[in-house]
């Protein structure tokens, strides 16, 4: 039987998995990959609470387990040519 510290450590390489997924592209605003992330973060049985992320760069930390945390970072790309949003995610 696996030690509950396993067990999370086993949920966040599942939700790495899923950020790496969401964070592999740029996206044309924040809506759609915070939702994401947010969502990753829920089904991997971790719990976020709600942000408000503004400006063209930026990043946070947020606890999301017992022994996980949430290190998110978001950049607009303004020479791209539709201004596009880099972000980049991970639990550790």
Same mark, same amino acid.
């Given at each position: 039987?696996? /030690?509950?510290?396993?067990e999370?450590? #086993?949920?966040?390489?599942?939700?790495?998995?899923?950020?790496?997924?969401?964070? $592999?592209?740029?996206?044309p605003?924040?809506?759609?990959?915070?939702?994401?992330?947010?969502? #990753?973060? /829920? #089904? %991997?049985?971790? $719990?976020m609470?709600?942000? +408000?992320?503004?400006?063209?760069?930026?990043? %946070?930390?947020?606890?999301?387990?017992?022994? /996980?945390?949430?290190?998110?970072?978001?950049?607009? +790309?303004?020479?791209?040519?539709?201004?596009?949003?880099?972000?980049? #995610?991970?639990? $550790?």
């Open positions: 039987m696996a /030690t509950p510290a396993a999370e450590k #086993a949920r966040r390489n599942k939700c790495n998995n899923i950020l790496g997924k969401i964070c $592999s592209k740029s996206h605003s924040l809506d759609a990959p915070l939702k994401a992330i947010a969502e #990753a973060i /829920t #089904a %991997c049985g971790f $719990s609470e709600g942000g +408000l992320y503004c400006g063209r760069k930026g990043d %946070c930390k947020e606890k999301v387990g017992k022994n /996980t945390w949430l290190v998110l970072q978001w950049y607009k +790309l303004a020479d791209h040519p539709n201004e596009r949003w880099e972000v980049n #995610a991970y639990v $550790s």
